[in-house]
């Protein structure tokens, strides 16, 4: 194809090979593939605290946690834990430079150990091969709450018009931990969770071309 091309349209086209790979807002897409996964590697992380050799302090969780940036959501059920974690040391009043508490390590270690798995997830960048002719797209929106942490979660749900072939996405999902200094009661903060669900819910339609028949 590149023979075929003038100068021109090689300089306003993109030829994707095999090899082609693109870094957009965390995520590293593989056009070959037609998918996207994590951008942030194990490598980058210090070397010390991936080989378990030291422990992390307050900043440096600080830092991993937010050298993961995932705007979707894809991977919250993961920085969820690293928030907790994180969460736990606030709470415990640590010092920045603070290694973290002896009775955090094991829970410290699982999420080491699962990291370079989760960087090996990739996800597939269209929906479903249903999506342009599905008859019927449900948006399905969910939330909790507990005592330390809120979570929203969007799914979209895909029927042909005799309801037989169904398919259910992942869309995205948002995670919150409880501010240390509210004493709220769990109804509370179910409450607070289906607000924020309803403003999720505001920007997944407001921001997809796809025009859903339910919202549920």
């Not at 037609?34 to 942030?40: E, G, H, I, P, R």
């Not at 920045?96 to 009775?103: A, F, G, P, R, S």
């Not at 091969?129 to 749900?157: P, S, Y």
């Amino acid at each position: 194809i590149k023979s075929n091309l003038s100068a021109d349209e090689k300089n306003n086209a993109k030829v994707f090979s095999q090899e082609d790979k693109e870094k957009i807002l965390g995520y590293v897409i593989n056009y070959q593939n037609d998918t996207f996964s994590l951008a942030m590697k194990p490598k980058d992380v210090q070397k010390n605290l991936m080989n378990r050799s030291k422990m992390p302090n307050k900043k440096e969780l600080l830092r991993f946690m937010m050298s993961i940036y995932d705007p979707l959501g894809f991977y919250g059920f993961y920085i969820a834990k690293i928030k907790l974690l994180y969460h736990w040391t606030c709470k415990e009043k640590a010092d920045w430079n603070e290694l973290i508490d002896e009775k955090h390590v094991s829970y410290w270690e699982k999420i080491l150990s699962w990291f370079p798995a989760i960087c090996q997830i990739e996800i597939p960048r269209s929906y479903s091969n249903m999506i342009d002719l599905a008859h019927t797209k449900q948006l399905l929106m969910f939330c909790d709450a507990g005592k330390e942490m809120i979570c929203n979660v969007a799914f979209i749900r895909l029927l042909d018009q005799d309801r037989k072939q169904i398919d259910y996405k992942f869309v995205a999902s948002k995670t919150y931990t409880v501010p240390l200094k509210q004493n709220r009661t769990i109804p509370e903060l179910e409450l607070d969770a289906a607000k924020r669900n309803v403003k999720f819910m505001q920007q997944i339609t407001s921001g997809h071309s796809i025009a859903f028949n339910e919202i549920f």
